[in-house]
């Protein structure tokens, strides 16, 4: 705009038609205010619609209940940790935890005492991770905890501090039977997202059906 305004300001010098000259100059400088301003309402309207989708997004990877990552977000994460872990040569492992007595909580004090237990669930396993592991609500009562550059052993010993936070969290509540069945595995060499998932699954399925459902329990898979 100074430029321009310079250049139409030029004829000031020579032409005799001053009131013309002053006209043209306030009429470019008019247009091109006019058009600076436009720029700036199309760039925020842009920055607008970008913080629009990104939010958008955000809120189709969020369980709303709970403040994890829901299943697509854990299926997105999955994918990526897999790419990552087989170009860096680390390990990966996974755990699914199922919150024991959840259907009981419900049949007996209804839903809205139910998803109170099932945020506290989610509260102390967000306390019990370390920073670089990634929580989800796998589904219903069951999350799920990706554990990058970790192997098995490590994971399960993060696992058994979830279960204890959980203990201590209901320790007061009339129902002891409230606790944390899990199942953990680490990426086989050849493996891919299906089989980390399955053979966390299973480890958690032959867990919940070999032993009674008291307090916390362990499941480690298949080496």
Known sequence: MAVVAVAASLPLLYADDMAGVVRLVLLTLAAGGALLVLMVYVRAQRLGLQAGEQSARQLALEDTLTGLGNRRAFD????????????????????LLDLDGFKRINDLHGHVVGDQYLRRFADAVKASVRTGDRCFRWGGDELAVLFPDTAVDEAEAVCARIAAEVREANAADADPRLGVTYGVSQLAAEGDEVEIVRTA???????????????????RAPE
Request: aromatic residues 2%; charged residues 35%.
């Open 76 to 95: 997105e994460a999955l994918r990526s940790e897999i790419g990552r872990t087989r170009r860096a040569g680390s390990p990966l492992s996974l755990a």
């Open 201 to 219: 699954d299973s480890a958690l399925m032959a867990q919940k059906e070999s032993k009674s459902r008291r307090g916390a329990r362990f499941a």
